[in-house]
């Protein structure tokens, strides 16, 4: 479960130009997290942890939750026990009044697992209302490294601050290829949701970093001028 799908020769294509997603945690931490929940979800349909880490551990001198997508494991795609590990998440970092950090890179849905995940209070709709009712409460810091397409692109537009890796960041509801067979029009991945886009014309984006490393750090630097919640001040310099 700790190995996602690294060591396969798709998830190590997918790895030539970026983090896995447990370096990027250690990173963030400097060094292992502290405590991690639903390492063993997904385990049943041989998809590691269900596509996403959701951990707690020290960054930036503080204490901070961060839910991970892993991008060699089903392409980091949603299904229902990675819908119920976001959510919980959610109100655990808000239960402890600790930031936030969501690190994105996802190809979205998964298609077999829909019919679950539409109705209940633990559904899809439910990350978006939990991300509405943190925000002012505790710090939301979306860091994307790769595709958000559909519901995932919710996550970003729902934070505070967004980083974004360019030319491996995306955003957008519908991809070029649905825009090329809904409307006729032909347009690039960059053109539609790009980071360079985001960052300059959409204002989704707020910083455009130019590697996974480079966000991480930017991301601790923004972390040590909040405070961890709305009842405590920020650090004084």
């Not at 799908?5 to 400097?30: C, H, T, Y």
């Not at 209070?121 to 979306?142: E, T």
């Not at 300059?200 to 961890?228: C, F, H, N, W």
């Amino acid at each position: 479960a700790l190995a996602g799908g690294r060591d396969s020769p798709r998830g190590a294509k997918i790895l030539e130009n970026r983090l896995f997603v447990r370096d990027r945690i250690r990173q963030l931490f400097d060094g292992e997290p502290e405590f991690e929940d639903g390492l063993l979800a997904g385990s049943e349909k041989g998809v590691s942890a269900d596509a996403v880490v959701t951990v707690i551990g020290e960054g930036a001198a503080r204490k901070v939750a961060v839910i991970a997508y892993d991008f060699t494991s089903k392409a980091a795609t949603w299904g229902l026990q990675t819908f119920l590990k976001i959510t919980r998440f959610q109100e655990l970092a808000l239960q402890l009044k600790i930031p936030l950090i969501y690190l994105v890179d996802s190809a979205g849905a998964r298609i077999d697992e829909q019919k679950l995940c539409f109705l209940g209070r633990r559904a899809w709709g439910n990350i978006f209302y939990n991300q509405v009712k943190l925000s002012g409460a505790i710090p939301q810091v979306c860091v994307l490294f790769g595709p958000s397409p559909a519901g995932a692109a919710y996550v970003p537009a729902l934070c505070e601050t967004v980083i974004m890796v360019d030319k491996q960041a995306t955003a957008y509801l519908g991809s070029p290829r649905m825009a090329q067979m809904a409307i006729g029009e032909d347009v690039s991945e960059e053109e539609l949701g790009g980071a360079r886009m985001h960052c300059a014309v959409s204002g989704l984006g707020d910083i455009l970093v130019k590697s996974d490393e480079e966000a991480l750090e930017i991301t601790k630097r923004y972390l040590g001028y909040m405070p961890q919640s709305y009842l405590g001040k920020p650090p004084v310099a």
